[in-house]
């Protein structure tokens, strides 16, 4: 099978696509043929050199993986062949007190998927059965490879995490990515005014297409921050002074200030995302006397995901692919991601 590996990171990583043998799958492990598998901007700091902990050398990227099962190995119960199937991004023991409790995707035992493992830019993967969901038969396969993330991750954060309520207003940043632009949508099937934050003119339209209530292009990120706009004081104009419930962030530090400022009295603020890794500076008072919560959330749960599913085949949302490249073009795939211009998801076809 053809399988795409990093032979250098860098700022223009040398990327190769080589043929290595079909893995088979062992006792409770299932191959899935992949139909597609998202780039996500892991796999862009992975490849840039910058993200290096816990990278198995020689890893097949990739963890947004979508596909049909192929064959399946002993004592597969749940899965069979022909199934269409997405993955969690953890590969989950299934026996575990977490995995027992529908919690696959922080198995004690887990291991990243395109990271300690090998993922899905390949044509063929090797996964254990509690890695993979089994979606509609009616699911578009290249669609569906954003299910989990970043899909599920999103509606984890929007739904479960920020308990956005009807009626209550939600603020998103990085709207125009690949979290950003499903966050809105559930937002808005939620029942949410949602006010989109973009430092990307070209796409306002298209948020205000996905149901944004307002769009703020209210920052403009230069590498040195110096052009970062505060959004706050608009949040609030549009809110009559009470401020965002939930807001959703996705770009993290170099928007902190701005993001804390557009936040209402019992505010939730998830943070899914941190594109520069700087600290914030933070004055505790103002958590304190807003009665606000600041919490993480990371990953999706198979219930999510399934979730995702059936939200997409009934319509209520709509998985945005921005590009679908072929493996032998990752380079490109590589430089869309970066320059941060798609709306949306960049994804990868193996064949
Ligand atoms: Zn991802
Ligand atoms: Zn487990």
Redesign the pocket.
């Known amino acids: 099978m053809r399988a795409l590996f990093l032979e250098n990171p860098g700022i223009a990583p040398s990327l190769k696509v080589k043929e290595i043998p079909i893995p088979s799958p062992s006792t409770g492990e299932v191959l899935v043929r992949v139909a597609a598998c998202?780039f996500?901007h892991?796999d862009r700091l992975v490849m840039a050199g910058v993200l290096k902990r816990g990278v198995k050398p020689g890893v097949i990227l990739g963890?947004?993986i979508s596909g049909e099962v192929a064959s399946i190995g002993e004592g597969v119960s749940q899965l069979s062949v022909g199934d269409k199937v997405v993955s969690l991004l953890t590969y989950s023991c299934g026996q575990c007190d977490r995995c027992q409790q529908g919690r696959e995707h922080r198995c004690r035992y887990g291991e990243g998927i395109g990271h300690s493992r090998n993922g899905g830019f390949a044509e063929y993967v090797v996964l254990s059965q509690h890695s993979l969901v089994r979606i509609r038969s009616d699911a578009d396969l290249v669609e569906a490879c954003i299910f989990s993330?970043?899909m599920g991750v999103a509606l984890q954060g929007v739904q479960d995490v920020a308990n956005l309520q009807k009626g209550e207003t939600m603020l998103v940043t990085g709207a125009g990515g690949g979290l950003g632009v499903h966050a809105v949508q559930f937002g808005v099937t939620l029942g949410a005014p949602v006010i989109a934050v973009t430092s990307s003119p070209g796409k306002v339209s298209r948020l205000e297409e996905l149901g944004a209530s307002y769009v703020l292009e209210a920052l403009v990120a230069t590498q040195d921050q110096s052009d970062v706009l505060d959004f706050s004081e608009l949040a609030l104009a549009l809110t009559e002074d009470e401020g965002v419930n939930v807001a959703l962030d996705t770009v993290g530090s170099i928007l902190f200030p701005s993001t804390l400022g557009s936040m209402a009295q019992y505010g939730r603020m998830v943070l899914l995302g941190e594109v520069t890794g700087q600290p914030v500076e933070l004055n505790l008072a103002e958590i304190i006397f807003r009665d606000a919560r600041i919490v993480g959330s990371s990953g999706t749960s198979r219930r999510l995901v399934e979730q995702v599913s059936e939200m997409v085949c009934s319509g209520a949302v709509r998985p945005i692919i921005s590009h679908v490249i072929p493996l032998a073009d990752a380079t490109v795939a590589f430089e869309l991601v970066s320059s941060r211009n798609p709306f949306g998801r960049v994804v990868i076809t193996a064949r």
Do not use: L, N, V
Request: net charge negative; charged share 15%; with cysteine.
């Open positions: 998202g996500c892991h963890h947004e993330c970043p």
